[in-house]
């Protein structure tokens, strides 16, 4: 194996781990009321404009039916309205509610919690964290622009800029 299969190899294995830390580390979803699915098409919605399923399914990268079946249950739930489309567009274009956001927030604030808890047991320093967030910034820009979706960071004015080398 070359270097660069056996770095690929440690990165991915690496990003598993976190993957499982993070989740398993952040604690029970104790006092979160939002299934995974609406606290992740909720991040997605609160940050740009309303969305029509197919292209909340384009972002996602997964079937509409399967947008579907989840933009429903958030529907009965109160969590999304369904609205016309603001250009006058055929296609009907969700976005979330003031319950949604809210639970969103409620939901959000447990999870930083845990993220919070993680940073600290890590001793991690003010600057480590900073120079980490700034690479998962410009990691995920990178995958975005590859698959052709963008996800908004706008009003996060707390993240760093992901174009420092």
Do not use: C
Not at 70 to 96: T, W
């Amino acid at each position: 194996m070359s270097e660069q299969e056996h770095r690929l190899s440690d990165l991915e294995r690496e990003l598993t781990l976190l993957s499982r830390h993070f989740i398993a580390a952040r604690g029970p979803r104790i006092g979160q009321s939002l299934e995974r699915s609406a606290y992740v098409l909720l991040t997605r919605l609160e940050v740009g404009d309303p969305l029509t399923l197919k292209e909340l399914a384009h972002t996602f990268q997964v079937d509409v039916s399967t947008i579907n079946r989840q933009v429903s249950a958030m529907l009965r739930n109160g969590l999304v309205e369904r609205i016309p489309d603001p250009e006058g567009g055929m296609a009907r274009k969700f976005r979330p509610t003031a319950l949604g956001l809210e639970r969103l927030e409620a939901d959000r604030a447990i999870s930083r919690a845990g993220t919070t808890r993680l940073i600290e047991a890590s001793g991690w320093t003010g600057g480590r964290t900073e120079q980490f967030l700034t690479l998962l910034v410009e990691f995920n820009q990178s995958i975005e622009q590859l698959e052709g979706l963008t996800w908004s960071r706008a009003g996060r004015a707390d993240t760093p800029s992901a174009t420092a080398d």
